[in-house]
T-cell receptor, first 115, second 114 residues
Framework: AQSVTQPDIHITVSEGASLELRCNYS??????LFWYVQSPGQGLQLLLK??????LVQGIKGFEAEFKRSQSSFNLRKPSVHWSDAAEYFC?????????????FGKGTLLTVNP | DTGVSQDPRHKITKRGQNVTFRCDPI?????LYWYRQTLGQGPEFLTY????????KSRLLSDRFSAERPKGSFSTLEIQRTEQGDSAMYLC????????????FGPGTRLTVT
């Protein structure tokens, strides 16, 4: 079955520290992959996406993600975290379901940033 | 450029009542999606429209749920005879079929069934 897994429910980092959020997928081919961020009570904002080509993709707010086919992973990184990055982060895959496309989300990783 | 909008943002209703939510997608987007998000979970797909045609429905969408997109623009999601288990955030997203499959989300409607 097609799925997206985010192994870490909650991560705490200090402001200025580096960040890596993990994401793994299960699919017979390479899905389209996305990272979204959600602030409390808000909708989801797209950070970055991977479809094909260069496996290191740059996004907004200084985030990047690396696709690794051998590990079925698409981890999100940021070299220096800011207090405003505290939010919930969702990895999502777009798998071909029937003749249409729908996003399958992981359960999310809640990021806390300590001053 | 306005993004995806949803109305209302919050709805509190008593069990057994009917509720209706509205979503206005980005104007040039012809695809519209509904997702449901419960506490501690990622959004789960409910249904999808291309223009006015409803092309896919999740098994999560019970008979009490109905969605429409009558003119291929805004969409409504109605829940009949609400149950406490329907309490969730209902998210709408839209995309353009000619683009790179990016879905843009609205702020959501938070439903509380008492």
């Amino acid at each position: 079955a097609q799925s997206v897994t985010q192994p870490d429910i909650h991560i705490t980092v200090s402001e200025g520290a580096s960040l890596e959020l993990r994401c793994n997928y299960s699919y017979g081919a390479t899905p389209y992959l996305f990272w979204y961020v959600q602030s409390p009570g808000q909708g989801l904002q797209l950070l970055l996406k991977y479809f094909s080509g260069d496996t290191l993709v740059q996004g907004i707010k200084g985030f990047e993600a690396e696709f690794k086919r051998s590990q079925s992973s698409f981890n999100l990184r940021k070299p220096s975290v800011h207090w405003s990055d505290a939010a919930e982060y969702f990895c999502a895959g777009l798998f071909r379901g029937g003749s249409n496309y729908k996003l399958t989300f992981g359960k999310g990783t809640l990021l806390t940033v300590n001053p | 450029d306005t993004g995806v909008s949803q109305d209302p943002r919050h709805k509190i209703t008593k069990r057994g009542q009917n509720v209706t939510f509205r979503c206005d997608p980005i104007s040039e987007h012809n695809r519209l999606y509904w997702y449901r998000q419960t506490l501690g979970q990622g959004p789960e797909f409910l249904t999808y429209f291309q223009n006015e045609a409803q092309l896919e429905k999740s098994r999560l969408l019970s008979d009490r749920f109905s969605a429409e997109r009558p003119k291929g623009s805004f969409s409504t999601l109605e829940i009949q005879r609400t149950e406490q288990g329907d309490s969730a955030m209902y998210l709408c997203a839209s995309s353009f079929s000619g683009s790179s499959y990016e879905q843009y989300f609205g702020p959501g409607t938070r439903l509380t069934v008492t």
